[in-house]
């Protein structure tokens, strides 16, 4: 259990800190559709959520609500890198939408670095992959969970048929590209750890670096108590050793890709204990990161805990705004400490250590 912090802390609103002076890191879910039906995603799945009416804050792959092309292009232009420094374009699959070649290119424009996160299977389209890296876009990071096809697709579901073989296929096909343009694209792999998948983390990362990526990272499932899978397959205080020493021939099996950051595998071993959570004082989250739904919505972090915890008049939108009032200094320069650490935002730490992969 969490140490309450408000119990503890009464006034934390009204205390501020400087605001931080380097442009803010932004994970932006663009868009809410998805080709794929993966079992655990934050979205949920279609079937469970389609009759839902969304609450500000709940994630879908319904894109009913989702903002409009030209309101995220208006939102663009008003980036500059001193506003914001990279966006991680993710959702729903964004590499789906018709709309995200004009985002990236404004991005681009705007002299925003840009991460893309796929599933992979778009980049098996020549056409695409070429845009992707003409674009000059940082990163491309593609989801895979097993260097076994059939783990991969029990997980994540791919009604096309394609699966496991179609995203190995993009991402042949991206690094081929990559490699012919001698382009400084950085090419990795995000696999979702579970306690099903522990022993898979070493095959798959030999396996990704096979072929030709340029970094494999892990990320723990993050599943609600709740949910219908938590007990099938989420990480407890029982996957510890295992977890800690998958890591540890991780880090000294010698594979010449960009491994996850050493703060952030500590804290995922961490997330694994029986002990309380830290709060974090004065996280990232809502300084020095940000988060935007599919509508337009803007959130401290991707924390379903923290967005819960979120009251309506403290979060933004994109739509009509500015990049310089959704992010601006006074926004920036509130009290930022936080009791909602869990397994749902320590992949944040990885994300924040970026650098190590892109400026290498
Ligand atoms: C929501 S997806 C969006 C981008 C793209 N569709 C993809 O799958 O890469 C972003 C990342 O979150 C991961 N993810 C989804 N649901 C998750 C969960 N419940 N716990 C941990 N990671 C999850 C995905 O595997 C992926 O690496
Ligand atoms: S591909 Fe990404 S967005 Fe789509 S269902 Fe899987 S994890 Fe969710
Ligand atoms: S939920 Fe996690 S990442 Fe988000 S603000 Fe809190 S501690 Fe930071």
Same mark, same amino acid.
């Given at each position: 259990m969490i140490r309450s912090l408000r119990d503890s802390q009464p006034a934390l609103d009204e205390r501020r800190r400087d605001a931080p002076t380097g442009g803010t890191t932004v994970v932006w879910a663009l868009r809410s559709p998805c080709n794929l039906r993966c079992r655990y995603c934050y979205f949920g799945t279609l079937d469970e959520t389609t009759e839902v009416v969304l609450q500000p804050g709940a994630l879908s792959h319904v894109g009913r609500t989702d903002a409009s092309l030209k309101a995220c292009l208006a939102f663009i232009k008003t980036m500059t890198p001193h506003l914001v420094n990279r966006v991680f374009l993710a959702g729903g #699959? !964004?590499?789906?939408? !018709?709309g995200i070649e004009p985002v990236i290119d404004a991005l681009k424009a705007s002299g925003v670095q840009v991460v893309v996160c796929t599933n992979g299977q778009p980049l098996a389209d020549t056409r695409l992959a070429a845009a992707l890296i003409d674009s000059g876009v940082e990163a491309i990071c593609v989801s895979l969970d097993s260097h076994d096809a059939d783990y991969n697709d029990q997980w994540r579901v791919d009604r096309g048929g394609r699966g496991w073989a179609g995203v190995v296929e993009g991402i042949k096909t991206i690094v081929a590209r990559r490699n012919g343009e001698a382009a400084s694209t950085k090419i990795g792999i995000y696999m979702v750890v579970s306690r099903e998948n522990i022993a898979h983390i070493i095959p798959t990362a030999h396996f990704v670096a096979g072929l030709g990526v340029d970094y494999f990272i892990i990320q723990p499932v993050s599943l609600e108590p709740a949910h219908q899978l938590h007990s099938t397959l989420s990480l407890t205080v029982e996957h510890y050793e295992a977890l800690g020493e998958a890591i540890s021939a991780l880090t000294s099996a010698g594979l010449s890709m960009c491994l996850p950051n050493e703060v952030y595998l500590r804290l995922m071993l961490r997330t694994l204990s029986d002990e309380p959570l830290p709060i974090i004082r004065e996280c990232f989250g809502g300084r020095d990161l940000f988060f935007i739904q599919p509508d337009g919505s803007v959130w401290d972090c991707p924390s379903i805990y923290k967005i819960r915890q979120t009251?309506? #008049?403290?979060y933004e939108s994109i739509v009509g705004k500015s990049a310089s009032r959704v992010f601006s200094r006074r926004r920036r320069a509130r009290n930022t400490d936080c009791s909602c650490f869990s397994q749902d935002c320590v992949n944040m730490w990885q994300l924040m250590a970026f650098d190590e992969i892109i400026v290498r």
């Amino acid at each position: 259990m969490i140490r309450s912090l408000r119990d503890s802390q009464p006034a934390l609103d009204e205390r501020r800190r400087d605001a931080p002076t380097g442009g803010t890191t932004v994970v932006w879910a663009l868009r809410s559709p998805c080709n794929l039906r993966c079992r655990y995603c934050y979205f949920g799945t279609l079937d469970e959520t389609t009759e839902v009416v969304l609450q500000p804050g709940a994630l879908s792959h319904v894109g009913r609500t989702d903002a409009s092309l030209k309101a995220c292009l208006a939102f663009i232009k008003t980036m500059t890198p001193h506003l914001v420094n990279r966006v991680f374009l993710a959702g729903g #699959e !964004p590499l789906m939408w !018709p709309g995200i070649e004009p985002v990236i290119d404004a991005l681009k424009a705007s002299g925003v670095q840009v991460v893309v996160c796929t599933n992979g299977q778009p980049l098996a389209d020549t056409r695409l992959a070429a845009a992707l890296i003409d674009s000059g876009v940082e990163a491309i990071c593609v989801s895979l969970d097993s260097h076994d096809a059939d783990y991969n697709d029990q997980w994540r579901v791919d009604r096309g048929g394609r699966g496991w073989a179609g995203v190995v296929e993009g991402i042949k096909t991206i690094v081929a590209r990559r490699n012919g343009e001698a382009a400084s694209t950085k090419i990795g792999i995000y696999m979702v750890v579970s306690r099903e998948n522990i022993a898979h983390i070493i095959p798959t990362a030999h396996f990704v670096a096979g072929l030709g990526v340029d970094y494999f990272i892990i990320q723990p499932v993050s599943l609600e108590p709740a949910h219908q899978l938590h007990s099938t397959l989420s990480l407890t205080v029982e996957h510890y050793e295992a977890l800690g020493e998958a890591i540890s021939a991780l880090t000294s099996a010698g594979l010449s890709m960009c491994l996850p950051n050493e703060v952030y595998l500590r804290l995922m071993l961490r997330t694994l204990s029986d002990e309380p959570l830290p709060i974090i004082r004065e996280c990232f989250g809502g300084r020095d990161l940000f988060f935007i739904q599919p509508d337009g919505s803007v959130w401290d972090c991707p924390s379903i805990y923290k967005i819960r915890q979120t009251r309506s #008049e403290q979060y933004e939108s994109i739509v009509g705004k500015s990049a310089s009032r959704v992010f601006s200094r006074r926004r920036r320069a509130r009290n930022t400490d936080c009791s909602c650490f869990s397994q749902d935002c320590v992949n944040m730490w990885q994300l924040m250590a970026f650098d190590e992969i892109i400026v290498r």
